[in-house]
């Protein structure tokens, strides 16, 4: 009898993991900040955390008197065309395997004004793989103006 319940169970846990339905985290509030413009644009993506919402607005507070800020939702990968911007940040939960951080390492594969940001569970993690080098912290471990003074350095570069 528990062999056949096994297979069940086995298969929702794995929807559940993989899908949109096992997505718990808080839903993004689109905004945009110093809308009238500023010396350079930027866009920032991001997925919700604490930790991330943490070092999302220390950059935020750092350019939002140069530099017009769009937050979008993640979805936004899909079409993301940075001709109109200057800089891009992407701030994603590394995953098991990064096959579901394609669209993350897509966009930043190659491109020089894309700043791409890893949180992992291991303090020690970096991404340095196929021309993507990437910011990287553990979300619950790190600290978070550390991790944000490293992000505003590169996206500093791109914006100089």
């Not at 319940?5 to 949109?20: E, G, N, T």
């Not at 009238?36 to 993506?45: A, N, P």
């Not at 970096?126 to 553990?138: H, I, L, R």
């Amino acid at each position: 009898m528990k062999s056949i319940c096994r297979f069940p169970v086995a298969a929702v846990v794995l929807f559940f993991s993989i899908s949109p339905a096992g997505y718990c985290g808080e839903k993004i509030t689109e905004r945009v900040i110093n809308e009238e413009g500023g010396r350079k644009l930027i866009i920032v993506m991001k997925e919700t955390g604490d930790f991330k919402n943490s070092v999302l607005e220390k950059v935020i507070n750092n350019y939002s008197g140069t530099c017009r800020i769009e937050v979008k939702n993640r979805k936004y990968l899909r079409n993301l065309n940075d001709a109109g911007y200057d800089a891009v940040l992407i701030i994603e939960t590394l995953k098991a395997w990064t096959f579901f951080n394609k669209k993350a390492l897509k966009a930043a594969r190659g491109n020089d004004r894309v700043v791409l940001f890893f949180t992992s569970g291991d303090p020690d993690f970096t991404y340095n793989k196929k021309g993507v080098d990437a910011v990287s912290a553990a979300s619950d471990r790190a600290d978070p103006g550390k991790t944000a003074e490293e992000i505003i350095s590169r996206l500093d570069g791109i914006l100089k």
